[in-house]
């Protein structure tokens, strides 16, 4: 199974300063059809988790674009440019290459100063 | 506009089962993959199963396989979770999700959840 690592796990920020989460694989997650299949989920307080990037860089409907996502082969991260106060919850990478299973990072919360 | 409402969560004592629901609405269940996905209390995200657009195709994660089985009627929108002999580390929230066919790791829509907790 792929395990993914997120650093850091916890990540006090100052509201209107950038932020930045760190997601590895254990294995290139470069797909055969040349697509690399990771994700980024927010889950705020309380709610469901939200997709917010899928396929390294691209963010879904709706998401502000402070948020950006980068990356290549193992290893990817998840920037917000300057954080809100709605930003605060847990971040969670996942990889949809090499399935299954479907494996998730341990997630990375971002709390406000 | 796209909604997955899940129930039939509970309090069930180990050793006993459970049958979890999710309602799909707004899109066409029938051209969707579907997985659930569930999160023990203060825990991180595991994935639990998936089904195939026409349910010809299933997955499990190790830690179920073999005790819950994912099922789907398209007729009626709706995906299904049968949980048997349960155990206390099945205790979390489950979520299910969509996957458009063809692409089976979007998981672009998530329910809010339904609790299971399974104690005695």
């Known amino acids: 199974d792929v395990v993914m690592t997120q650093s850091p796990l916890s990540l006090p920020v100052t509201l209107g300063q950038p932020a930045s989460i760190s997601c590895r694989s254990s294995?290139?997650?470069?797909?055969?059809?040349?697509?690399?299949?990771l994700n980024w989920f927010q889950q705020r307080p309380g709610q469901s988790p939200r997709r917010l990037i899928y396929k390294v860089s691209n963010r879904d409907s709706g998401v502000p674009d402070r948020f950006s996502g980068s990356g290549s082969g193992s290893d990817f991260t998840l920037k917000i440019s300057r954080v809100e106060a709605e930003d605060v919850g847990v971040y969670y990478c996942?990889?949809?290459?090499?399935?299954?299973?479907?494996?998730f990072g341990q997630g990375t919360k971002v709390e406000i100063k | 506009q796209v909604q997955l409402v899940e129930s039939g969560g509970g309090v069930v004592q180990p050793g006993r089962s459970l049958r979890l629901s999710c309602v799909a609405s707004g899109f066409t269940l029938s051209n969707y993959g579907m997985h659930w996905v569930r999160q023990a209390p203060g825990k991180g995200l595991e994935w639990v199963a998936v089904i195939w657009h026409d349910g010809t195709t299933k997955y499990y994660g190790d830690s179920v396989k073999g005790r819950f089985t994912i099922s789907r009627d398209n007729s009626k929108n709706t995906l299904y979770l049968q949980m048997n002999s349960l155990r206390d580390e099945d205790t979390a929230m489950y979520y299910c999700?969509?996957?458009?066919?063809?692409?089976?790791?979007?998981?672009?829509?998530w329910g809010q959840g339904t609790l299971v907790t399974v104690s005695s």
């Open positions: 294995q290139s997650l470069v797909h055969s059809d040349g697509n690399t299949y």
């Open positions: 996942m990889q949809g290459t090499h399935w299954p299973p479907w494996t």
């Open positions: 999700a969509r996957s458009i066919r063809g692409v089976i790791s979007e998981f672009d829509y």
